[in-house]
Structure formats: C-alpha cells, structure tokens
C-alpha cells in the first residue's frame, strides 16, 4: 500500500481528496446521527399522536356499533386502535398482550375486518417474550398536537420507537391506541450516502484532470532530464500545464541550452588549444632532429612523443563530453561479445561470459570505447580479463576483472584522475598516459551510470552500472 501511494503524485492528490470528502461526511453524520435519529422519532411520535388525536374526534360523535371497523381501517403498518369499556390503566399486562397481538396481526386482516374480536390464545413462546418485559407506569400525556380539553395517558416502549396512549370516550369507554418499530429508517441517510457517492464520483473525475495536468508535463519533463544525464539532447517540448509547471519547464530548456553552450565552447576552446600546441611541438621534433648527440636527440624525440600522446589523449578527452553520437537502442550481450571476439583475435586473453540479450538505450561507439579502455587496462596491467554482464530491473551492471597485483586500496578513487599513474610500472614505455580510466568514467556517467573499481584478491574488478531507463521521448 505505501508503494503504491507513494510511486505517483496523481494518485496522492486523488487520494487526498477522496480521504479528506470520506472524512468531513463521516465527521458529519457522527455528529448529527444521535439529533436525526432524535428528530425522526420525535416526528414519528408526533405523526402518531396527530393521527390518534382526529381519531379521538371522529369516533367521540359515532355510535358505538360503527367504532370497531372506523378504528380497523385506520390502522397503518406501525399503529392499531381499538376500544374497550374498562379503564386500561388497570389491566397493565394484559394491555400490553393485547397490544401486541393486535400489532402482530396482519393489516390486510384487519383492514378488511378479518380480525376476531376475541384475541386468541398465546403461544408459549410469545408468553415468555411478554413476562421478560418491564412496564412502565402510564404517565398523563402532553403534546401541542393533543386537544388540551380531552385528558390521555401514555408511555414508550423500550427499546425500539413507539408508545401506548389512552383516552376515555365521552360514553365511558376509552380508546387504545398502539404504535411501534423496531428502528426508525433513516431516508434521509440513504440519500446522504448516494450524494455523497456522486461526490466522490465528480470529486474522483475533476482529480483525475487536475492531477494529468500537473503531472503529464512533470512526467514528460523528467524524462527529458533523465535523457539529458545520458547525453542526449531532447528536442524541447512547448510549456504546458498550470503557470508554475510551465515556469519550471521554461527554467529547465533554459539550463539545457546553457549546460550546451558551455560544453560547446570548452571544446571549441580545447581544440585550439590542441591545434595550436601541434605547430610548436612540430617545430621543436625538427630542431631535435639537427642535435648531433644521439643520446640527447633520443630523449628529446621521446619527450616530445609523450607531450605529442598527452595532447591527443586531452584532446579525445574533451570530445567526449560532447555528444556527437546519436543514441539508439542496441543489445549490450551483443556489443560486449564483439568486443571481446575482436581482442582474443589479436591474441590477447580475453574470456566472455554469455549472457541473454539485455537491450539497452546508448550511444554504442563511446560505450565501446570505454569498454576498450578497461579490458584493454586489465590485460596490460593485470595479464587477462574476465567479462561478464547481469542486469536488474534498474540497471545493467558490466564486471571487468584481471588477476594482476590491483591497486591499493587508498588509490582506487585516485586513478580516475586525469595523468594519474598509480604505479611506476604504468609508465608512459607503456602507452599510457593515465587518461583510459577517467575518459571511461566520463562515458559511463554520461549514460547516466558510473564506473567503479573493487579489489578482487586476487586482481582488480571494474564495474559499469548502467541504468536501463525509461522508455525513450517521443
């Protein structure tokens, strides 16, 4: 649950309102259940007492012999009336048996003068239920829906919404009347419910458009950055999205194009540098040659050879951080496994691990380049190489290890640098001006990755971490 809330920023925002709607409705009705509750029974009550009071009205004026079906067919689902000549106040128990055998019957029955005006017998069961009851004491009934001149008595019913009343008749006789639920349903619930739904729905659907248009432009702007990192050069894409989103793509094509010039104009600045610095070493390798000293003559010309591979070297150095190459799409398995067959063609040993095809978004000539440089390294300085590749679902991660005397621990940092030659057998008799390892790291970090080296007891590994990427801008 917590990756996925956290993996993307639409549905954070759109599971913030969802939990801040479900939150406020839920606070509300917490807060108003026990007054709605209070109030529909309240009205429930007063409907009833309403309804008995007309009643009271009606039959006070009838004959006695019409009472019984007025009193029948003004039963509801909830309520029933009927007459008796004795005061009820002193039946107690028995008014409550009778009650409830007349709230027990069906309506259809009663309506339709179906129902005997003798009460059966009752059950055993249906007595147990009876004698497990408390009854409370009728109380003198008020209410501004009861006529003030025609005395009543009444009490609720616990638990459940109802209540018993009785009047007396001006013959003598007394009206009963009964109403009773279980529990008030609550309509006006069941539509909070459904607006709150709808909310949720419009809520959910206006979040979703709000959230795409602030995170389309976001995504689309990290992967151009991600693209950058790997020395691509994105074609700018125009603002959208919200004032903010847009002024932060604005300030990123603006870096994009800074971050160019300024690569542009330092190789520009190096390659002149380097054509420049060419005339004079010309110059001075032809003077050296009018030196009558052989010995002197030989160690001018191999001064100037290694100030002649130092420049060449700086300058293919700085050529690379600029991105010339396009980026395509290539199977590293596959370009690995070339490189090696074309060393252990020339007799160097080489050994490859096959490994599956593992696609990768490059620039595969400076990727070759500096894969090159490191087994080329291993073999010189370490008598073989050994390469393999293993891939997660982030990265591709290329392993180089020779078996030679590696490197102190303390130097594995320092031989990136530029001219860095860790020991006196790196010597430039060798060919090396200490400038194969940084232009590698150069190319692996241009890729977005790294390159690292690790004591291998015995030998040195070196390990390229490459990110495989997001699908590539279209």
């Not at 994009?256 to 690569?263: I, M, S």
């Not at 060449?312 to 398995?333: I, K, N, W, Y």
Request: charge should be neutral.
């Amino acid at each position: 649950m917590r990756r996925w809330w956290h993996r993307s920023l639409a549905r954070q925002m759109v599971g913030v309102l969802l939990i801040a709607l479900l939150v406020t409705q839920v606070l509300g009705f917490a807060l108003s259940w026990r007054g709605r509750i209070a109030a529909l029974t309240e009205a429930a009550h007063g409907e009833f007492v309403s309804r008995t009071a007309s009643l009271v009205e009606v039959v006070a004026t009838m004959p006695a012999a019409q009472r019984r079906e007025v009193l029948l067919a003004s039963a509801t689902s909830h309520s029933r009336y009927w007459t008796t000549e004795d005061n009820p106040q002193d039946s107690g128990r028995d008014w409550y048996v009778q009650s409830r055998i007349y709230l027990l019957a069906p309506l259809a029955d009663i309506t339709q003068f179906r129902l005997s005006p003798t009460p059966p017998e009752l059950t055993e069961a249906e007595r147990r239920v009876i004698n497990s009851k408390t009854f409370p004491l009728w109380q003198p009934f008020t209410s501004p829906l009861w006529p003030a001149a025609r005395p009543a008595l009444s009490f609720r019913f616990e638990p459940g919404i109802g209540m018993g009343l009785i009047t007396p008749l001006p013959d003598g006789s007394w009206l009963n009347a009964v109403f009773y639920k279980r529990e008030q349903v609550d309509t006006g619930l069941r539509y909070s419910l459904i607006s709150t739904l709808a909310m949720a729905v419009v809520l959910l659907g206006l979040g979703i458009f709000a959230a795409r248009r602030i995170t389309q432009p976001l995504r689309h702007l990290a992967r151009t950055a991600d693209a950058l990192g790997r020395g691509e050069a994105p074609p700018a894409a125009p603002p959208s999205g919200p004032e903010d989103i847009r002024e932060v793509q604005r300030a990123f094509v603006e870096m994009q194009a800074r971050l160019h010039r300024f690569v542009q104009d330092r190789t520009r600045m190096l390659a002149a540098i380097g054509h420049d610095l060419r005339t004079p070493l010309t110059t001075l390798r032809l003077r050296a040659e009018f030196i009558e000293d052989e010995d002197l003559r030989q160690r001018m010309t191999d001064t100037l050879d290694e100030m002649q591979r130092m420049t060449e070297a700086t300058l293919t150095f700085a050529r690379g951080v600029e991105v010339q190459e396009p980026t395509r799409t290539v199977d590293l398995s596959a370009l690995l496994s070339s490189i090696c067959d074309d060393l252990a063609e020339l007799g160097l040993p080489v050994h490859w691990s096959d490994s599956a095809p593992l696609p990768l978004r490059c620039r595969p000539d400076a990727l070759r380049r500096a894969f090159r440089n490191v087994i080329e390294n291993a073999v010189t300085y370490g008598g073989s190489a050994e390469v393999s590749l293993t891939s997660t679902e982030a990265l591709a991660e290329v392993t180089i290890r020779d078996r030679g005397p590696g490197v102190a621990p303390h130097l594995l940092e320092e031989v990136f640098q530029p001219f860095f030659r860790a020991d006196a057998a790196r010597s430039p008799a060798k060919g090396s001006v200490g400038l194969g390892l940084s232009i590698a790291r150069a190319s692996a970090r241009e890729h977005g990755g790294d390159l690292r080296l690790e004591p291998a007891a015995p030998g040195l590994r070196a390990i390229f971490t490459l990110p495989r990427g997001p699908a590539p801008l279209s």
